[in-house]
Every structure is written in C-alpha cells, then in structure tokens.
C-alpha cells in the first residue's frame, strides 16, 4: 500500500503546474509520471530497507526538503525562473487592493 500523501500529491502536482502556465494535457501527463516514479521509489525504498512504505516515504521526503533547503534555487529550476517572476508578479498586482487615486 502506497502512503496517502504519495497517492493524493496528484492536486500539489496539477496546481504546480497550472502555477507554471502549462496545459491541461502536459499537467495530466506530469502528474502521472511523478506518482509512478515517487511510488517506485518509494516502494524501492521500503524493500531495500525492509521499512513499511509510509516510513519510506518518510525518509525519501525528508531527504528531498532538506536537499531542497540546501538548494534554494531547485523550485525555479523545476517551474522555471522567468515564469515564476511572471506569476508572482501577477498574483501580487491582483491580490494588492486599489488606492483610492486608483478608483477615482
């Protein structure tokens, strides 16, 4: 049995990549190569280990956070550097409300 957090990443997955500005098509097709490839991992871990597959999962997250806080820029690598600037760039322009010269 898979652990529920490797199962239900799929969401995480799918809004990543809407973040990124990718098709639904490419999403789908992300999605399911990182749950087959995370659960084989996972699943390898365990049997390599003799570990019951949540404290794989565990193990192999916990690695991956702390090599991530070792190398911040990964997350820009992955979603890419200009598309993120350009979201977040959007995201704070539509999340700060009006001024009142704005709306005047």
Do not use: H
């Not at 652990?3 to 809407?18: L, R, S």
């Amino acid at each position: 049995m898979v652990p529920d957090f490797v199962a239900n990443a799929g969401g995480v997955i799918c809004a990543a990549m809407e973040y990124a500005g990718t098709t639904q098509s490419v999403a789908f097709a992300t999605v399911e190569e990182k749950i087959r490839a995370n659960t084989g991992a996972v699943l390898a871990e365990a049997n390599a280990k003799g570990l019951l597959p949540r404290a794989a999962a565990v193990a192999l997250a916990t690695r991956r956070v702390r090599q991530a806080m070792r190398d911040p820029g990964q997350g820009r690598r992955v979603l890419g550097r200009d598309s993120l600037k350009r979201r977040s760039a959007g995201i704070i322009a539509s999340a700060v409300p009006e001024t009142v010269e704005q709306r005047e």
